[in-house]
Structures are given as structure tokens and as C-alpha cells.
T-cell receptor, first 110, second 115 residues
Framework: GENVEQHPSTLSVQEGDSAVIKCTYS??????FPWYKQELGKRPQLIID?????GEKKDQRIAVTLNKTAKHFSLHITETQPEDSAVYFC?????????FGAGTRLTVKP | GAVVSQHPSRVICKSGTSVKIECRSL??????MFWYRQFPKQSLMLMAT?????????EQGVEKDKFLINHASLTLSTLTVTSAHPEDSSFYIC???????????FGSGTRLTVV
């Protein structure tokens, strides 16, 4: 089955700096890659996603890149703000089968 | 947008009792519902996939007799934790794929504490 690895597990940045979280997946048939932000005790919220026919997608301060050949994808957050502090999960999906990475706890220091 | 309503949000039960968790899709039909369990500071682990009108598919290591899943209609899926024990204490969350152009929508989660 699909195996998703996510790094780093924790990330601390200064407000205004950029943050990058990387994920790799094992199943080349996976074709949908969402990123979720989860605040403590709350549901994961979709922040951006990318499909396998696209290499890059951007939404304001958030961007995701996908390298299908290498089977890795990354989340980039620019101009980080304290409210960006949360746990971020990547996921890889094939059809209805979605698997999550272990999560990255991002802390943005004011 | 697509909304999944999950109840209860928190439940405390005694060891040996059963707890039912409901997830309802409010503005779309969910033929499939995923059930995840999340331990503190860990990722979401898929437990099972429920399909409307058919038996649920369980992930390896998940006891189907302990975690009963029912998906009787296109808008309702339930997870029943039977004979709960303290080690079942966790955050349970459901998710449904509302359509091709949307990310998977999560319920608000249920924090189960078994005492």
C-alpha cells in the first residue's frame, strides 16, 4: 500500500520567514496530493491540493510543488505569520484511498 | 461547500460500554466515508472505509467486531466502539470525498475517553 513520509516533524521559524515541508510517497499510481492544517483539537482543514497532472500550484502565501518522477511534493509557506502555527499533514491519494504523512508541527515565532 | 457533521464531539464512557459516533454529510451524498483514529501528537490513521449499502473495508490490524461501521444511507455513517477499553481512548474523525474538485471534507472529530 501507499506509504507517505513527511519531514521535518517539527519546524520553528521567525515571523516573516518562509517554511518548507516535504513529503515523499511510494505508490506511483497516487494522483491527488492535499495538504491539511490542523489546530489543536480541531478537524484538519484543507489548505491546498495538487493533482498529478500539475507540477505547481499557488494560493497567496501558500504553494505546493509536485515531482512525479521523484515521487515527492512540498508545501511552501511564505511570509509566515503566528497564526500559521499548527500541525500540517500531507496526504497522497489514489481513488478513494488516502494516506497521511506523520505531520509537521510548525511554530512561527513573533 | 461540502460539510460533514460529526457527533458527539466529546464522550466519556465507562470501560466495557459501547459508544456510537455519527457522521452526516449535510449538503452532498457520501457514498463513501473514511474513519480515522488520531492519537495525541500523531497522524491520522485510517481505520476503515464505509460504503453505502455494503460492508465496510477494515485496515489491517483493526478489529471489525470491535469497531462496528454502518453506512445505511447516502448521508449517514456510524462507528460504534464496542466494549470500550481505556486504550480505545483517542480522537476519532470521519472524512468524505464530496467530489472530484474538492478536497476530502472532515467531520469535527470525537474525543473518546474511556475510564
Amino acid at each position: 500500500g501507499e506509504n507517505v513520509e513527511q519531514h521535518p516533524s517539527t519546524l520553528s521559524v521567525q515571523e516573516g520567514d518562509s517554511a518548507v515541508i516535504k513529503c515523499t510517497y511510494s505508490d506511483s499510481a497516487s494522483n491527488y496530493f492535499p495538504w491539511y492544517k490542523q489546530e489543536l483539537g480541531k478537524r484538519p482543514q484543507l489548505i491546498i491540493d495538487i493533482r498529478s497532472n500539475v507540477g505547481e500550484k499557488k494560493d497567496q502565501r501558500i504553494a505546493v510543488t509536485l515531482n512525479k518522477t521523484a515521487k515527492h511534493f512540498s508545501l511552501h509557506i511564505t511570509e509566515t505569520q503566528p497564526e500559521d502555527s499548527a500541525v500540517y499533514f500531507c496526504a497522497a491519494s489514489k481513488g478513494n484511498d488516502m494516506r497521511f504523512g506523520a505531520g509537521t508541527r510548525l511554530t512561527v515565532k513573533p | 461547500g461540502a460539510v460533514v457533521s460529526q457527533h458527539p464531539s466529546r464522550v466519556i464512557c465507562k470501560s466495557g460500554t459501547s459508544v456510537k459516533i455519527e457522521c452526516r454529510s449535510l449538503d452532498f451524498q457520501a457514498t463513501t466515508m473514511f474513519w480515522y483514529r488520531q492519537f495525541p501528537k500523531q497522524s491520522l490513521m485510517l481505520m476503515a472505509t464505509s460504503n453505502e449499502g455494503s460492508k465496510a473495508t477494515y485496515e489491517q490490524g483493526v478489529e471489525k467486531d470491535k469497531f462496528l461501521i454502518n453506512h445505511a444511507s447516502l448521508t449517514l455513517s456510524t462507528l460504534t466502539v464496542t466494549s470500550a477499553h481505556p486504550e480505545d481512548s483517542s480522537f476519532y474523525i470521519c472524512s468524505a470525498p464530496p467530489g472530484q474538485n474538492y478536497g476530502y471534507t472532515f467531520g469535527s472529530g470525537t474525543r473518546l475517553t474511556v475510564v
